[in-house]
């Protein structure tokens, strides 16, 4: 639920777009970006002087913005002790309690104090909840952060390097098969036979693609590189079958030689847990 400027404490989190000096919810979708999508408040205020569009998902108008356009665009959340031990709030509910989930490493704990253990949460009265803290996230400054980088790495598209002549060099990422490499700049490409080159190594990202807006929870990628306004993946996830049968998160794909993929799309605010790899391809 939206929660009135004077009444936040102990909210789930989400994402607000501060617009004219009130704060709506707010969410990105890869069809939409790089705008956002504000829907009304709870108590039935809605931004003015903003594009409507129909959400057929959310079944109500939504409201498209620039970030750039806000006075503030962030995501909040609320962390607490009860009775010493950590939680992050899940919100209120409508008996008064605060759903709270459990953050600590203490599983004796859980076991008899937790709701539900397995869940880690519990509801618990508002007068036992004490060291009450709001956490916030700038987003339109992460958005800037997340677009400089994806121009560093070509939309965190996997690529290779090499050492030759105690150079740097960018580099194919396999070998052909007589055993040479292509390395060189789009100018100066030329083939090397693989024993020549000092060091030979691949870069690639992998991701996770979280929409809770959307309740399809966070599930791995492997960066293939940009798509349009999104970043495109390769699935490397156990939950194929119910993201193929129950979203659209999911689209298979074929290999060459005939092998089947899963991929995904996802706009650079939806990309969380954003890891480097690197290998060594000589030693392949």
Known sequence: MTRPEEDGVLAAKDEWAVWQGIAYPCWSRAGLWPRLSLRAR???RAPSGLEQQRDGAERRYV??????RLDAWYQAHWTFRWRGEPFESCGTTGGGTVRGRYLGT?????RLR???AVDREAELPPDEVEDVVEHRTDLRALRGERLRLLAET???RPRA???LGGQEVPAGTEADASGRVAVGGPEARRLVPVGELEAWWGVYWTFTIGDEA????RHPFAALGPDRDTVKGEYIGDQTYGLVMHTY???EEHRADGGTFYTGNACPDLITDLAEHRVDLLAD
């Not at 959307?214 to 929870?217: D, E």
């Open 42 to 44: 709870d108590d039935g």
């Open 114 to 116: 937790l709701r539900k």
């Open 63 to 68: 409201y498209l913005v620039d970030p750039e």
């Open 249 to 251: 998160l999911l689209t």
């Open 106 to 110: 203490d599983e004796e704990f859980a």
């Open 214 to 217: 959307m309740g399809i929870g």
């Open 154 to 156: 070509d939309g965190y």
């Open 161 to 163: 390097f090499a050492v």
